[in-house]
């Protein structure tokens, strides 16, 4: 009988992200400063990020773009959100629990005992802990690679980006109760026979006929599915300040064309199968971001919708992935030396595999220490509690004209990280 492989449910996403932007989980999150900031970019991202996340940012500057550099070129900016749960998922084809699960029934068969008995005790345990730690979790991966250039102006500026990028969404609610308690019950009734009586219980239904204790791998019935995208995304982001009734208003523009494959996996345990499968074909879609930032004083208010067009493309199993609109507010505050940012989702964001909504509040703040070096601290909360409080920290340095930013955030149930170099042009 061949192994039960919850890896490939990981792998199946990740196929081929070499040749691989959309978003799995939330807003979106495409570099090192921002995830530094708790997600906060709507009203307060530099203009080398305005392109990502409202690109009326790159209007609100009042100089001429051939003085000075503040245009900025980033190559490559990195980011990748993960569930903690992969590593769980990986850890049980690691240390081969369902392997070790079948040797330890094989041995107690071959030689009766309480040595034996202790073996089967030890795997159903191992195996019975980390189906628990993953039932009802959720799959997610978003990695992203790109390059961006930021050209801001007098009251007007443009960017670009390419970006390479790979989601995925999976569903572990269907790791079956079943199946926990089948295997609590091998723990229960070896625990009997390796003890002599003096602890856990008898159950002589896990014996044949013949007294051959049954492999409990032959009757689970749990199963997992997850579905995943690699794709390119190409946008080209504009952006003018006008005067409305006196008060200044910026208005950005982000037309974008995503070329993508969809990747689906289905696991069937009882059956030790995994069914996988890979769109025939590049699908295109066109996309739009729009948004709008007025400066009052040191505070900035904005608005950004995010992927216009909501897209729900089929899969190879013939299941669906989402690409959600995603409306957005923000707020931030400019010091001297500090800046505050706070951004808050409209509506619930369909996650890539549409079976759960995200809806989350972010806060951060950066404080330029010295001149060539900003520190920066963030969090971020999802008011459907599908995903836990993240925390986030970073570091920016500006050497002449070299930049380099990194991050770092961390939940109960994701890691994160991000790094990017640039230059001022």
């Known amino acids: 009988m061949k192994p039960i492989h919850y890896r490939t449910l990981v792998l199946a996403l990740v196929a081929a992200c070499a040749s691989a932007t959309l978003r799995a989980e939330g807003y979106g999150i495409y570099d090192a400063k921002v995830m530094a900031l708790g997600g906060s970019g709507t009203a307060i991202a530099d203009s080398g990020a305005a392109v990502f996340y409202n690109p009326a940012l790159l209007a609100q500057y009042d100089y001429d773009e051939d003085r000075g550099h503040h245009g900025s070129f980033y190559f490559p ?130 014996f044949n006929a013949d007294g051959t204790l049954v492999d409990p791998r032959d009757n689970l019935i749990s199963s997992a599915q997850a579905v995943g995208a690699v794709a390119n995304e190409l946008g080209v982001a504009v952006a003018k300040e006008v005067s409305l009734w006196g008060q200044p208003v910026a208005f950005g523009f982000t037309p974008k064309i995503m070329v993508l494959k969809t990747y689906d996996s289905y696991l069937d345990v009882s059956g030790n199968s995994v069914e996988t499968g890979e769109s025939s074909a590049w699908q295109r879609k066109l996309s739009a971001d729009l948004g709008v930032a007025t400066r009052v004083g040191h505070w900035n208010f904005a608005f ?38 706070f951004d808050y989702d409209l509506v619930p964001i369909t996650s890539a595999a549409g079976h759960r909504e995200i809806q989350e509040w972010a806060l951060g703040a950066e404080w ?17 509690d599908t995903r836990g409080d993240v925390i986030s920290y970073g570091v920016g340095l500006e050497l002449g004209r070299f930049l380099m930013d990194a991050a770092f955030a961390e939940s109960d149930d994701l890691l994160a990280a991000a790094l990017q170099f640039g230059y001022r042009i």
Request: aromatic share 8%; glycine share 12%; charged share 20%.
């Open 77 to 206: 900016t990195l980011a990748l959100q993960l569930a903690e749960v992969a590593e769980d998922i990986q850890d049980i084809d690691d240390d081969q629990l369902a392997d070790n699960l079948s040797d330890s029934v094989a041995a107690f068969n071959a030689a009766p005992g309480a040595a034996n008995a202790g073996g089967v005790v030890d795997a159903s345990s191992a195996l019975l802990s980390s189906l628990n730690q993953i039932k009802g979790s959720s799959l997610f991966v978003d990695g992203f690679l790109g390059v961006a250039i930021a050209e801001p102006g007098e009251r007007q500026g443009g960017a670009f980006y390419w970006g390479a990028r790979v989601i995925g969404d999976g569903d572990l609610s269907s790791i079956e109760q079943a199946d926990l308690d089948l295997l609590a019950d091998y723990v229960e009734g070896l625990d009997f026979i390796a003890t002599g009586g003096q602890s856990g219980t008898a159950h002589p239904e896990l």
């Open 304 to 341: 950004t919708w995010k992927d216009v067009a909501r897209h729900v493309l089929a899969t190879p199993l013939e299941r669906e992935l989402t690409i959600d609109s995603k409306p957005r507010l923000g707020i931030g505050y400019f010091g001297d030396r500090f800046k505050l940012g």
């Open 368 to 384: 330029q220490v010295l001149a060539p070096l900003a520190l920066r601290v963030g969090y971020r909360q999802d008011l459907e």
